[in-house]
């Protein structure tokens, strides 16, 4: 099986709708949603609550999820197909790490935090090295501010914005080409905001990881030099850069908030 690999675009989707169905019928979480993210880029993906922020950060991970499906257009992740992986997509979310919404509040409770960090390798494959795994656990939690001793406890016995750095840091130990990261400044202190700002800026430097990140908030998004995608009602109602937002004809600023 040949995979696809575009390496300019790290994400890119045509007219991506996204359904919803719980017990109810099918809503459209995400509706027709045209975008780009190159490699080494920041998108910031800002928008009221159930403006379907997160069920297109969770389509475009590759998350395993019944409720969610895409219904329309696609999605091409590192060039790999959101709509029909197939079996690229082992490889769409070995590319990419997830960093889902409440991620600190849903690591695995049985699981240790070094166990939680390095599931994302042991999962796929069993017969890993243990010593290079246990350095590479540990460089991640010192990169996180987050103590070696840390590494034996379970999540319970952690504060919020520690388990939110150890969800962190999963999202991350599979060296990912794209981040994509659903409000991953959620409990985090204002003392080790930078922590996660510069985790995703050495990566962009260094390999030139993307960042596809949910977040309301206007100050990481400046500090990224994203850029930003406004959706309402599963829309998008403005895009741009850090300087400029172009709306939507017959969407008016004042409506949507949040991002000044
Ligand atoms: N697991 C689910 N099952 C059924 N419907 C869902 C599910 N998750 C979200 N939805 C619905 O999909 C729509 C979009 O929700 P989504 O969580 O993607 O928006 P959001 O912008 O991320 O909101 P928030 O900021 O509150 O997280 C909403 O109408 C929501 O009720």
């Known amino acids: 099986m040949r995979v696809p690999d575009d ?20 809503i459209r979480a995400v509706d027709g949603v045209t975008t780009t993210l190159e490699a ?14 997160s069920s ?19 999605a091409f992740v590192t060039g790999i197909s959101v709509r029909h992986p197939g079996r690229a997509h082992r490889v769409l979310t070995y590319r990419t790490g997830y960093l889902p ?13 070094s166990e939680v960090i390095s599931e994302p390798i042991t999962a796929r494959d069993r017969r ?12 991640l939690l010192d990169e996180m501010h987050l103590p070696l001793g840390a590494a034996a406890k379970f999540p319970y016995e ?34 080790v905001r ?6 995703i800026i050495r990566r962009q430097q260094e390999w030139g990881m993307a ?14 030099d994203a850029d930003r995608l406004i959706l309402r009602a599963g829309h998008v109602v403005a895009a741009g850069d850090a300087e400029v937002l172009r709306w939507t004809p017959g969407m008016k600023s004042t409506e949507t908030l949040l991002v000044t």
């Open 128 to 139: 890993v090295n243990q010593r290079a795994l246990s350095v590479r656990v540990a460089a």
């Open 40 to 53: 080494g880029e920041t998108l910031c993906v800002a928008g009221p609550t159930g403006s379907g922020k």
């Open 56 to 74: 297109l950060a969770a389509a475009l991970a590759g998350a395993r999820d019944r409720t969610l499906s895409v219904s329309g257009g696609d």
């Open 158 to 191: 952690l504060s919020a914005g520690m388990r939110q750095r150890v969800a962190f840091a999963r999202a991350l130990i599979l060296d990912p080409r794209v981040l994509v990261a659903d409000e991953p400044l959620a409990n985090i202190d204002l003392e």
């Open 101 to 113: 919404q409440g991620g600190g509040a849903t690591l695995p409770s049985r699981l240790t935090v």
């Open 7 to 26: 390496t300019e675009n790290a994400i890119r989707c045509v007219d991506l709708s996204v359904s919803r169905s719980g017990r109810g019928q099918a």
């Open 211 to 224: 960042a596809f990140l949910v977040t309301n908030d206007a100050d990481l998004a400046r500090e990224l």
């Open 194 to 199: 930078h922590v996660i700002f510069d985790a």
